[in-house]
């Protein structure tokens, strides 16, 4: 079956900062080697809401209606002709990135690198908070029988954890880890450092629920930096609260008592300083958070310990695996972190609850999820 039959395929739109609207738009046409999904739950990123407050995410500006979401899972509706490993039924986590696959990047394993990536709600690009959607079949991902709809949708945000500390900062067991940021991406990231062994998972945020949530979660040890003296520079912070860290957490500059891998989860300022100077000599650091876009960092520091830092862009070949495998050997619970739940034609409400942090009743939002169209 090449296309669907349906001829409905609504979508949450945004037209301009501010402005969403629930359209009827055309049901995508598939090629051989893609699948239409019926796409069933979508999780809101940050990412979108920044769309629809900023109408732009640095160079990426939302010049015409753009359908948003692309944290999605759903049932597949229709194969192309020469898909063979999936059925029309089968349950899948969506990648939402389709590559060129003949450059560079795509050709030595770094598709996620590729200059011509089209990924879902990046202009121009359409997302997933669509009744149909139509993706590569090889970057439908199946999903096991013990794993929920809901699970596939968290595999986005999770393949961002597993590609920083897993693929990048390949933690071993026995390692010590501290993750600066205590939202979805740092939580995911905690996550996938327990689970691969870690032998400490050091979560780092200014907000104490944040930090129990947390403890409660993923984390063997919480910090919660103090506030800057008056006159004092970021650097001097940061260094100064690096060092209180230390001695709070009894973590050594070197050997088996150091920090192997700085997960900085944030993007602010002071906390890629302070996972710098907190790193152990010989050290990894792993740049996830995006914030501030030009910061200062401790240079001399970084050359006399040492350190490997690395960058971290979405996810790569081998992350969705490995996050659905972990997931379903129960490595990684993911239901405590969807606090809320919404209808489709609520999304509106549900975009406006993870813009305020928390919903009317007082509940924090660390990952809602939106269900597809009934």
């Not at 001829?7 to 949450?12: P, R, V």
């Not at 809901?150 to 071993?172: C, F, N, R, W, Y």
């Not at 192997?260 to 990894?284: F, P």
């Amino acid at each position: 079956m090449a296309n669907a039959t349906y001829a409905d395929n609504k979508s949450f739109v945004l037209r301009g900062i501010e402005d969403v609207v629930f359209e009827e738009r055309p049901v995508p046409e598939i090629g051989p080697q893609d699948v239409l999904v019926e796409v069933k739950k979508t999780g809101i990123c940050g990412s979108d809401v920044h769309y629809l407050v900023h109408g732009r995410i640095g160079d990426f500006i939302v010049e015409n209606p753009m359908v948003l979401g692309h944290e999605s899972a759903g049932i597949i509706h229709s194969v192309g002709s020469k898909v063979k490993h999936l059925k029309p039924g089968a349950r899948v986590a969506i990648e939402p990135g389709a590559t060129c696959r003949i450059c560079g990047p795509c050709k030595h394993g770094k598709y996620n690198l590729c200059a011509d990536i089209e990924f879902a709600a990046t202009p121009p690009y359409d997302g997933t908070l669509t009744r149909y959607y139509r993706v590569p079949a090889d970057l439908a991902y199946e999903l096991p029988e013990n794993l929920s709809l809901e699970d596939g949708a968290m595999m986005e945000p999770l393949s961002v954890g597993i590609h920083s500390v897993s693929t990048l900062a390949q933690v071993k067991a026995n390692q010590n880890v501290a993750v600066f940021g205590a939202g979805p991406v740092g939580l995911l990231s905690m996550a996938v450092a327990k689970a691969l062994g870690a032998r400490r998972v050091i979560a780092i945020d200014i907000q104490q629920s944040r930090l129990d949530f947390a403890k409660s979660y993923s984390a063997t040890d919480i910090f919660m930096p103090g506030k800057m003296q008056e006159g004092e520079t970021k650097m001097a912070y940061s260094r100064r609260t690096a060092q209180a860290m230390k001695d709070q957490l009894k973590l050594a500059d070197a050997g088996p008592d150091g920090v192997d891998v700085i997960i900085e989860a944030s993007g602010a300022e002071v906390c890629i300083q302070m996972g710098y100077w907190l790193a152990k000599a010989g050290g990894t650091f792993v740049q996830v958070g995006m914030g501030t876009p030009d910061v200062q960092i401790p240079i001399t520091m970084i050359l006399v310990k040492e350190l490997t830092l690395k960058g971290s862009f979405r996810y790569g070949p081998g992350d969705y695996a490995l996050a659905i495998a972990l997931v379903a050997q129960n490595k990684i619970d993911l239901k405590p972190l969807v606090t809320h739940r919404f209808k489709f034609e609520d999304a509106k409400q549900a975009f406006e609850t993870t813009r305020k942090g928390r919903s009317e009743d007082g509940v924090g939002v660390i990952k809602a999820i939106i269900s597809g169209p009934e």
